[in-house]
């Protein structure tokens, strides 16, 4: 909890120091990546300030134990590295829903869980509209433990969005 509320005081002080960039109104794309598993997630960015933005990722996950989909909501700080190169982090949460195959006596069952999430990237916009972005997203399940979502993941994607 005590190394949480440090980087929660630490993107705060970056907030209050950064340089104001210009980051697309809208964007609009794909994001494949996993932590257990291949996943393909449709991705929607909204600006809600100059250098900050609200991320909804929406996608169906697959791996060899379990089929199912999440819906993540990220806020996000933004900031320029040099030119179209900027990094971003920021809190999210989000929900899941998955039909496992991992164990005989859970073949088939269905769980539901919620999870708390980070977000750390790094992006390029292009001078048309094109952004791409690889970024890492830490989620700590708070589901049931007998179907492995209650722990800690490390969700790394790949992301390519249309920006507008």
């Given amino acids: 909890m005590k190394k949480l509320f440090l980087l929660a005081l630490a993107c705060v002080g970056f907030v209050a120091t950064s340089n104001a960039q210009e980051i697309s109104e809208n964007a609009i794309g794909l994001r494949l990546g996993d932590s257990k598993g291949f996943g393909a997630e449709v991705t929607y960015q909204r600006a809600v300030f100059e250098t900050n933005r609200i991320e909804i990722d929406l996608g169906i996950k697959d791996s060899r134990h379990y089929d199912g989909f999440k819906l993540a909501g990220?806020?996000?700080w933004?900031?320029?590295?040099d030119g179209g190169f900027n990094w971003y982090a920021g809190p999210g949460a989000g929900f899941?829903?998955?039909?496992h195959y991992k164990y005989k006596e859970y073949y088939g069952q269905r769980d539901s869980f919620v999870?708390?999430?980070?977000n750390v990237g790094i992006e390029?916009?292009?001078?048309?509209p094109l952004l791409l972005s690889f970024d890492v997203r830490p989620?700590?399940?708070l589901g049931d433990e007998r179907y492995d979502n209650d722990d800690l993941d490390f969700d790394v994607g790949i992301s390519a969005r249309y920006t507008f």
């Fill in 96 to 99: 899941g829903a998955y039909k």
């Fill in 124 to 128: 390029y916009k292009f001078d048309f």
């Fill in 115 to 118: 999870f708390l999430s980070g």
């Fill in 139 to 141: 989620e700590f399940g």
């Fill in 74 to 76: 990220i806020y996000q």
């Fill in 78 to 81: 933004v900031w320029n590295i």
